[in-house]
């Protein structure tokens, strides 16, 4: 590996976070599909001609800088027939992070000195994190809201349409921050995708939002523990339990990718949720439920307390709450006020592959031994 090819914060020819902010050129953080960077540099420097393009520490990020304006990168990379370019966001400041929450202020602080933000303003701000830290994006996306309020006279709110967009990118131990408005952004369907060993190409994007939460909150499953998994198909999340040693019951009346269905931890049945509760005998059989139907989030979590019942007492739940309007808030509102008869320690929070929803974590009463530490 060359220095030049070197990953980002590793290499002090970089310079410091100042003089990146005193660095003329527009700066932004481009992300494609992990093992198609190369593709990816081309594709950047066919739209953006003497762009300088460096890896960032994880894979599928790259860093450019043009000697170009701000709209106007964003503009020709959007507007580029690409095939591996997912999206490109414009940044204006770098800070060093923490693994702990210490490093908030200067992310927030980074973010109202570029004098974009104006009192009376309303923002947004969006956290997307890489590496190992002891806090999640949310816990950063509220803090530096807050922060910044102060800082600016703004107001930090995702419910109304934003004048600004705060992204932070952040990798381990530096976060890129960008204050763009919403449409500066370039946001692309990915033509080209990543290239996977064989046996582990993902059935869909669904499998990785199951993987985030299992990981996030730390849920461990035994090999044969039992799964009942609402609104399956095609069946990322049956499977990526199934891979894990679970015993899927499946349930949805549309078809499952044969890649889920073939797969002998997995059954099937082609049935609505709500037509499962008479199943006496499923009484505290699972030791996970999980939902992910795209239907309205109250109804959805109407039908997870009616087949709570079939959870053991303490066992986890797993289900994403769908935006089906820009009523976020009321949304989660609605969706934990109904979860909340039959489970408790209910959290919200988004993963990074979450589209238009977030996902709620749970677990069922009158356990002790599973119970949220
Ligand atoms: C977003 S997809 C689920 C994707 C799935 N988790 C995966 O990993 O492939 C939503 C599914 O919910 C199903 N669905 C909607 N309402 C349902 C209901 N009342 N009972 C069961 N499934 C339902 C739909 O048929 C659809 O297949």
Known sequence: MTARHRPLPAGEEHGTDEAFARDPRTKLVVTTSAGLEAEARQEIRRALPGAEVRPLLFKGNLLVLAALGESEAVVRLREADTRVLARAVPVQARVRLTADATCFPA????????????????????????GRHEWH???????AAAAIEQATGATGDYEREADWLVSVQAYQDLAFVGVNHPANLVKKALRRQRKYAP???PLNRAQWKLREALDAFGIDLAPGSEALDLGSAPGGWALALA????????????????????????THLRERAEDLAERASWRERFDLLTCDMNTDPAEAARALCALAPMLKPGAPAIMTVKFPTRRRK???????????GEFEGIEMRRMPHNARETTAVMWRKGGAENAPK
């Open 199 to 201: 046996g582990e190409r």
């Open 137 to 143: 994006g949310r816990d950063l996306e509220r803090a």
């Open 243 to 266: 891979e894990r040693g679970c015993r899927v019951t499946a349930v949805d009346p549309a078809a499952l990718d044969e890649a889920a269905a073939g797969h002998p931890n997995v």
């Open 107 to 130: 992310v927030a602080e980074a973010a109202a000195g570029l004098g974009r933000i104006q009192p009376g303003d309303v923002f947004l701000v969006r956290a997307t994190r890489r």
């Open 330 to 340: 009321r949304h989660e509102m609605e969706a934990r006020e109904a979860l909340a």
